[in-house]
């Protein structure tokens, strides 16, 4: 689908067929990507497995956002950042919920507390300058003259915060044999108390799952992913304005929803996928890291690149989008804080983004 959706770009075909086979380009490296990081989750924990798959799968984020930018379409780019946060923070977090709440014996999906709680900080400290922006420039006072400078400095203090989370966020991370033994170990010096049945038990905690592919041919998948990735968003970008009008639909739209959607093809794919196997704290770590990363680091460094392009990004936002951002930070908070959700919590965050999305067809 990346050769032909390359030959409609070069080849000059009309607008709308090349954005849609681009679509479907970022939609095929996406399963490309989910597969190769689901074999490193034989390797490593959910963690670092979950922030890999983040990075990749938020390389067409990164490279759309700034071939955005170097078009000079701001709008575009700023509601692409804004579209992959609430994209992955309430669509595709919300679909996992309900997938791994109906595969639940009890009706609720469980996962550890840690990586929730630790990207609700993490947004709270991105909104924090962009609540801060927004009134400074509603309000028409002193700072607001000085929009770059602050968000040179807010930039780099959320690069700062987050290289201070994600180290000993990767350090506490254990891989799934340890994961097992542990279990393993738990299970066994419960077996007294347990009865004739307890040893099975221990022993099916104690499995792993054996990897299917080598190492080096995970890599290459995955390294395959990220520079197909590179050139599908070119075409994407290039075939997105002249489609858009020809479909008559905002830029907003096309930011928020189409670009988020398509951008996050990885995690919708990933996430769903892990939570229909059970895998909860994967599906959850997939998802959540995509979130803490798009906010406390690809968005602040796409600001610092920004000023090297023809258009500069700063944290600046409409008042709209600085309060859905606000909102779904107590969302997330309200929902995932706790280390369960429901099938309904799940619904309420697909719901929030549909709402979101017929508003941005207005704008």
């Given at each position: 689908m990346s050769a032909l959706a390359g030959v409609a770009n070069y080849a000059g075909w009309a607008p709308v067929p090349r954005f849609l086979l681009a679509t479907l380009a970022l939609a095929g490296l996406a399963?490309?990507?989910s597969f190769a990081t689901e074999q490193l989750g034989e390797r490593f924990g959910p963690g670092v497995t979950g922030l890999l798959q983040s990075t990749l799968g938020n390389l067409p984020e990164l490279f759309v956002v700034i071939f955005a930018l170097q078009k000079g379409e701001l709008i575009v780019a700023q509601t692409a950042i804004v579209g992959s946060v609430l994209a992955n923070a309430l669509l595709v977090l919300g679909l996992v919920i309900v997938v791994g709440a109906r595969r639940s014996e009890d009706g609720l999906m469980r996962?550890?507390?840690r990586l929730p709680?630790?990207?609700a900080t993490l947004l709270q400290v991105t909104v924090f300058i962009i609540v801060l922006l927004g009134l400074s420039l509603s309000s028409h006072d002193p700072a607001s003259h000085h929009v770059k400078a602050i968000s040179v400095v807010g930039a780099v203090c959320l690069l700062f915060v987050y290289a201070t989370w994600v180290v000993p966020y990767l350090r506490s991370d254990s891989p799934p044999g340890q994961l097992a033994g542990i279990a393993a170990e738990r299970g066994a010096a419960m077996e007294p108390t347990r009865g004739s049945g307890s040893g099975s038990a221990g022993a099916a905690a104690g499995e792993r799952r054996e990897p299917r592919l080598a190492l080096s041919v995970v890599l290459v998948m995955l390294l395959a992913g990220g520079?197909?990735?590179?050139f599908v968003s070119d075409w994407f970008v290039s075939a997105l304005k002249p489609s858009i009008e020809q479909l008559h639909i905002s830029q907003a739209f096309a930011g928020l929803v189409i670009v988020a959607i398509a951008g996050n093809a990885v995690e919708n794919a990933a996430g769903i996928v892990l939570a229909w196997k059970r895998r909860s704290d994967l599906a959850i770590s997939v998802v959540k890291n995509s979130v803490a990363q798009i906010a406390a680091f690809l968005f602040p460094l796409l600001v610092l690149i920004s000023f090297a392009l023809s258009t500069t990004l700063t944290f600046t936002l409409a008042p709209v989008y600085i309060g859905a951002l606000v909102l779904t930070v107590l969302a997330l908070a309200q929902?995932?804080?706790?280390?369960?959700?429901?099938?309904?919590?799940?619904w309420a965050l697909v719901a929030l983004y549909v709402i979101l999305a017929t508003l941005t067809l207005y704008e």
């Open positions: 399963w490309v990507v996962f550890s507390k709680r630790d990207t520079v197909a990735s590179a929902i995932t804080g706790d280390g369960e959700a429901a099938e309904f919590e799940g």
